[in-house]
């Protein structure tokens, strides 16, 4: 029974290029929700999705950052033009309910992104 | 607008000793509260939670109290195990909000054999 799959783990990105970062819900659930930690803070709510939709994105910064969770296939967080500033560790939860309180989401491993 | 604050960024504690951390919260909207355990490298692995209805939940050697009035609420770990070394993160919910949760710093906890 995999848990969340995050990949890649580790990312390097120079200056101005796109960074994609892939996760794939345990199985049976469809919401998926990102969160962003920054060196010695908390992780910081980024988006909420289901299948096909966003639900609450109030958390994504309003310019090159964007979130899908297609029909099939993983969830993809993807930035834009990165800046050093984008460098931290991103991590994806998933659960089989909607409205949740998070009890039942179950985080990955996290993409540590590191913008050179 | 740091609306939920663990003040300790670390703890240290005796093996068999109990370990308390400590979080505290400002929007009074927040009515779910969660404690969330990470080891480095890995993702945040859910610990106990507790509802603003109840002021005490336990579970194991784990129990968290919640003080409404003063916005606080702490996890108690007894006996404490080094095993548990991690960074505890205390995480809070508001109705309104669904599943948006909001995050504490982080306390790094180190249990001593």
């Known amino acids: 029974n995999a848990g969340v799959m995050q990949n890649p783990r580790h990312l390097v990105r120079r200056r101005g290029q796109e960074a994609r970062l892939r996760c794939s819900p345990m199985?049976?659930?469809?919401?998926v929700y990102w969160y962003r930690q920054l060196p010695e803070e908390g992780l910081k709510f980024m988006v909420y999705l289901q299948k096909e939709n966003i639900i609450d994105e109030s958390g994504m910064p309003k310019e090159r950052f964007s979130a899908e969770f297609p029909k099939e296939g993983p969830s993809i967080l993807r930035i834009q033009q990165v800046v050093r500033g984008d460098s931290a560790a991103y991590f994806c939860?998933?659960?089989?309910?909607?409205?949740?309180?998070?009890?039942?989401?179950?985080f990955g491993q996290g993409t540590r992104l590191t913008v050179v | 607008d740091q609306q939920v604050k663990q003040n300790s960024p670390s703890l240290s504690v005796q093996e068999g000793r109990i370990s308390i951390l400590n979080c505290d919260y400002t929007n009074s909207m927040f009515d779910y509260f969660l404690w969330y355990k990470k080891y480095p490298a890995e993702g945040p692995t859910f610990l106990i939670s507790?509802?603003?209805?109840?002021d005490k939940n336990e579970d194991g050697r784990f129990t968290v109290f919640l003080n409404k009035s003063a916005k606080h609420l702490s996890l108690h770990i007894v006996p404490s195990q080094p095993g548990d070394s991690a960074v505890y993160f205390c995480?809070?919910?508001?109705?309104?909000?669904?599943?948006?949760?909001?995050f504490g710093e982080g306390t790094q906890l180190t249990v001593n054999p």
């Open positions: 939860a998933s659960s089989p309910m909607s409205g949740l309180r998070n009890t039942e989401a179950f």
């Open positions: 507790i509802s603003s209805i109840k």
């Open positions: 199985k049976g659930h469809s919401h």
């Open positions: 995480a809070a919910s508001a109705e309104t909000s669904g599943s948006r949760l909001t």
